[in-house]
């Protein structure tokens, strides 16, 4: 039968060493132990790998990350980590209390929609030489009201004591904002979740300083 | 009681009229047949009323939608709709089946993520004159990926034959597309599921057309 055979092979993610929302979905599989296999889809190389025909199949948004899983290919960080967390519950990255659920959907969502998509690669290469102020102040725009409401939420992770998908998108934002410059330092709640989220096997495992696409200069 | 009090309270909803986010709240509110009460946060007069130091303690993110609900305060309409749909959870906006409630959110997501962000009233202030460009270029950038991913995911609506989050987003999402004259018969699709959402009493009682702060004008 299609569907078990689909189950019994390893998920495929087709992502970017570099790319944050693909360091996402690594950790979300880290945090599972779920092992899969990587497509690397080089961003900048021949003009972006994702814009070919082939890769369009995979992806018709032309991003990364997609992730080909129990016979179907799903695309949308959030979309793909969720599928994996009711899919595969232990541990679960989304709370069993409604109210943290919708924290947790909320934080995620504050980076997945209101900061990462004005940052990213392609909409910077469509602003042109001001790119580096403009990824600034979309990330510290962010960054103000996210810490504001981590203040409320957050206990050693951002929403209470247990890790979830919140976390999950933090820590790859932060990569972001060190990338361009941002000072962390106006953001203590942040940096110190951040941080203890660092010292964890599935954040360091996944990180793109040790992916198989990480180009030599780039490793750690 | 205080939880027991809440929740006998009517949820509010700070919004806009025109904010397609906002939007989307109430068509969820509407669908559910739930009464609330509405907050007009008007996003242009005096400035922005989003940018007052009293709506900040609303929603730290200076964005529409906020909506006070059993309690508590959420932002980010995803994050609500969901939370509206597992405390209140007839009729289903997300469904059973995990691989459909997956491309729900992979649909929901490329809307709210991949395009919406991008063409919104704050990012258009900052790029300036080539405003209807911009927002057109990643308008049809998404509704080319969304159109193609419809037709391997849509029946009557976006996934299936039942009415879910990702139509939701969906039809204020066309809305825009249509302010900033994106010419909608390029996707077949998405034209048709939108008209066929737009015959439901849900979806015309929450149109930005008819809402407590509508100005005179734009009313019909």
Redesign the interface.
């Known amino acids: 039968m299609r569907t078990s055979f689909a189950c019994l092979m390893k998920p495929v993610l087709h992502g970017y060493f570099r790319s944050s929302c693909s360091w996402r979905v690594r950790i979300a599989f880290a945090l599972k132990g779920i092992e899969y296999d990587q497509v690397p889809v080089n961003l900048v190389k021949d003009g972006g790998q994702q814009l070919t025909d082939q890769y369009k199949t995979v ?5 990364v990350p997609a992730v080909t899983i ?1 016979g ?1 290919t ?3 960080s ?3 980590i ?2 994996i967390d ?2 595969r519950p232990r541990p679960p990255l989304i709370p069993a209390d ?2 943290q ?3 947790v ?2 934080i ?3 980076i ?3 900061i ?3 940052q990213n690669l392609y ?1 910077l290469q ?1 602003v042109g030489e001001e790119k580096l102020q ?1 990824a600034q ?1 979309f990330i510290n725009k ?1 960054f ?3 810490e ?2 981590l203040k409320q939420t957050s206990g050693t992770y951002c929403v209470g004591n247990e890790i979830s998908m919140a976390d999950i998108c933090l820590v790859p934002q932060v990569y972001n904002a060190e990338r361009y410059k941002v000072d962390l330092d106006q953001y203590p709640t942040i940096k110190q979740i951040n941080q203890t989220l660092m010292e964890l096997e599935a954040f360091k495992v996944s990180h793109p300083s040790c992916q198989p696409d990480t180009p030599d200069d780039l490793r750690s």
């Open positions: 992806n018709p948004m032309q991003q129990d179907i799903l695309s949308q959030l979309a793909i969720q599928y009711e899919t409604l109210q659920r919708a924290q959907r909320m995620s969502d504050l997945a929609s209101g990462q998509p004005l909409v469509k403009w102040h962010g103000k009201a996210l504001s409401i």
